[in-house]
């Protein structure tokens, strides 16, 4: 019986002791969850403190940039800063950009030149009426009226184009593709001729009629090459007309009434035009701009047409924004106007009636007469205005403060400051 109650009085020890350890452990296991509870909200404390100061550093560095921002766009250059000079530049009757580059062209010749104000390359020839147009990082130069137009981009000459019909007009795409608008000389038709980057014929010809497309005024390419749109003036019956032909290049499969839309105006005349994308055009007319676009059929229509009430004095095309020189009320100023690719209007500045050039370079808008130039940001606000001590042929801006000013003799590249 002795035995017996030792054994249970031992029996009972191992509970007590097992009950005691489980106890331990199960206060060690929670005591490990609290930490591991604790850890977790020190360490999402911590990652909660980190985002709300990046939150805050971002809010700052925004309100920073935006006024830094602000303020660069109201603030006003007075004097410039001579980085380079080029004296042994000759001047030439026209210029326009090519991509990065400035165009220099007239009738003896042409040279591209870089954005450090160096020439690039320089060709010559002979040509009676030379037009230029560019379209990205490629051009096209032809004689109008006469039979050869020569093909190049920001690194040379690609090719020369020689055609057996007189030119009426031209047009380039970004990749080279050239077409070339030629007068018949036969009866009243005429055809737009395609040529590739080296000059070579491609294997694609349009008719024309002048009853039906017109005198080509103005012709130009999508920067695909896919689309071709021409701006002729036609005389019916009823009067003065102009008609806008789109052609559809990209499938040499359809049938020509497949492959052609019209639309056809009164007593206005499209002399510009502009692709503001692969699927945007914009036409300016003498007293009105249309913008049209292409839809998911390919097929091209009407966005957007505005009325104008002022004379234009000179078209300002761009890829990015179209602006408008108009004659307003006041003989001694013209109104310039500012659109958006999207046919919004932006804003009407008053400019000074002497500026004879006004053109957009870079993020600017700059304007020129003889004796002066000012130079416009796209809100309207004037960057930098200033007398000009020399005759100034071409100012093209290479970045936010630095421009190439180029004259009859010299080429220089100036900074703001």
């Known amino acids: 019986m002795a035995h017996r109650n030792s054994r249970l009085r031992g029996d009972s020890a191992d509970a007590r002791n097992k009950r005691i350890e489980s106890a331990i452990a199960r206060r060690k296991t929670e005591e490990r969850k609290r930490e591991r509870q604790l850890e977790r909200q020190r360490v999402n404390g911590r990652r909660w403190l980190v985002i709300r100061l990046v939150i805050a550093v971002a809010a700052v560095a925004f309100i920073f940039y935006g006024s830094f921002r602000l303020y660069d766009e109201l603030r006003r250059y007075r004097s410039v800063e001579l980085l380079r000079e080029n004296k042994s530049f000759k001047s030439y009757d026209n210029y326009t950009d090519l991509d990065s580059c400035v165009l220099a062209y007239g009738t003896g010749g042409m040279c591209c030149i870089g954005k450090d104000g160096s020439v690039i390359w320089r060709t010559n020839y002979s040509m009676r009426e030379p037009k230029a147009v560019t379209n990205g990082s490629y051009g096209v130069v032809a004689d109008i009226a006469g039979r050869e137009a020569i093909i190049f981009n920001t690194s040379g000459i690609t090719g020369r184009a020689a055609c057996s019909n007189p030119i009426l007009n031209i047009a380039v795409s970004s990749f080279g ?37 017109g005198y080509p005024l103005e012709m130009v390419m999508s920067p695909s090459g896919k689309r071709l749109v021409v701006a002729g003036a036609v005389i019916g019956q009823g009067g003065l007309q102009s008609r806008v032909t789109f052609y559809d290049l990209s499938d040499s499969t359809a049938d020509e009434a497949g492959k052609t839309t ?4 009164s007593d206005t005349l499209f002399p510009s035009m502009v692709f503001m994308s692969e699927d945007k055009l914009c036409a300016i007319g003498d007293d009105r701009l249309c913008f049209f676009g292409y839809g998911e059929d390919g097929k091209p229509s009407i966005d957007k047409e ?5 004379e234009i004095v000179r078209a300002m095309p761009s890829s990015s924004r179209i602006g408008l020189l108009m004659k307003g009320d006041d003989s001694d100023t013209l109104i310039f106007r500012q659109y958006t690719a999207n046919g919004r209007r932006v804003f009407d500045k008053a400019v000074p009636a002497t500026f004879k050039q006004a053109y957009y370079s870079g993020k600017y808008a700059v304007f020129m007469d003889r004796d002066s130039l000012m130079v416009m940001t796209g809100w309207g606000r004037v960057r930098y205005e200033s007398k000009l001590s020399e005759e100034v042929m071409r100012v093209r801006f290479t970045g936010e403060r630095t421009f190439l000013q180029i004259s009859s003799n010299r080429i220089k590249e100036l900074k703001l400051s």
């Open 177 to 213: 593709v050239l077409a070339l608008a030629q007068d018949a000389e036969e009866g009243e038709g005429g055809i737009i001729g395609f040529y590739r980057q080296d000059g070579s014929e491609l294997d694609i010809r349009i008719g024309t009629t002048m009853s039906m497309s």
């Open 262 to 265: 019209a639309f056809t105006y």
């Open 306 to 310: 505005t009325l104008l009430r002022y």
